[in-house]
């Protein structure tokens, strides 16, 4: 059965600095990985998503995130944080096609003025 | 409309009330989830229906019942529900792969925010 770890439940950054936000997952297979975002009273909004092509993967609003295998991260990042970054980050694991969708607890990113 | 929607977007009900929330997606999926977010909790998967059928179900009480009539639509009926049951309650929609697309991520409506008083 497949699982996901996010390490930091809060995160909190001054604007214009870097971003990461940590993901570890466990699956029995080749897992797709995906992040999305949920800002408050909002519902969950694709950032990005892994699915067995290039290792390293570019999402919306500046936002990419690096598949390691052999680390069993995906880890997410951006070069400069902005205000409306603001929201709960959730990585998610899939093994079956994405109907198996498991969530991570979130990590809820604060960003400084 | 597009996307996913869900109505409504707020309700307050009381432990003997009978309501429905409805949620319809626009996007030509034919599979969709109903999940339930607590404060402090991981996002739960409740329901899934892919090709009109339910193909999971994942231990919850017999107080939901889900409905779908048709790919665009799916109900989650509510019944003698209990305060613990006071939640956002997400809908998602995906294309299902076993018809040949490989285009997983599923699509999120803005949830609709559950008080049982």
């Known amino acids: 059965a497949q699982s996901v770890t996010q390490l930091d439940s809060h995160v909190s950054v001054s604007e214009g600095t870097p971003v990461l936000l940590r993901c570890n997952y466990s699956?029995?297979?080749?897992?797709?990985l995906f992040w999305y975002v949920q800002h408050p009273n909002k519902g969950l909004q694709l950032l990005l998503k892994?699915?067995?092509?290039?290792?390293l993967v570019k999402g919306i609003n500046g936002f990419e995130a690096e598949f390691k295998k052999s680390e069993t991260s995906f880890h997410l990042t951006k070069p400069s944080a902005h205000m409306s970054d603001a929201a709960e980050y959730f990585c998610?694991?899939?093994?079956?096609?994405?109907?198996?969708?498991?969530f991570g607890p979130g990590t809820r990113l604060s960003v400084l003025p | 409309e597009t996307g996913v929607t869900q109505t409504p977007r707020h309700l307050v009900m009381g432990m003997t009330n009978k309501k429905s929330l409805k949620c319809e997606q626009h996007?030509?999926?034919?599979?969709m989830y109903w999940y339930k977010q607590s404060a402090k909790k991981p996002l739960e998967l409740m329901f899934v229906?892919?090709?009109?059928?339910?193909?999971e179900n994942n231990s919850v009480p017999s107080r939901f019942s889900p409905e779908c009539p048709n790919s665009s639509h799916l109900f989650l009926h509510l019944h003698t529900l209990q305060p613990e049951d006071s939640a956002l309650y997400l809908c998602?929609?995906?294309?299902?792969?076993?018809?040949?697309?490989?285009?997983?991520?599923?699509?999120f409506g803005p949830g609709t925010r559950l008080t049982v008083l």
């Open positions: 998610v694991v899939s093994e079956n096609y994405g109907q198996n969708f498991v």
């Open positions: 892994y699915t067995s092509a290039a290792t």
């Open positions: 699956s029995s297979y080749s897992p797709s």
């Open positions: 229906y892919s090709l009109e059928e339910r193909v």
């Open positions: 998602a929609s995906s294309q299902d792969p076993v018809s040949g697309n490989s285009y997983n991520e599923q699509f």
């Open positions: 996007l030509g999926h034919n599979a």
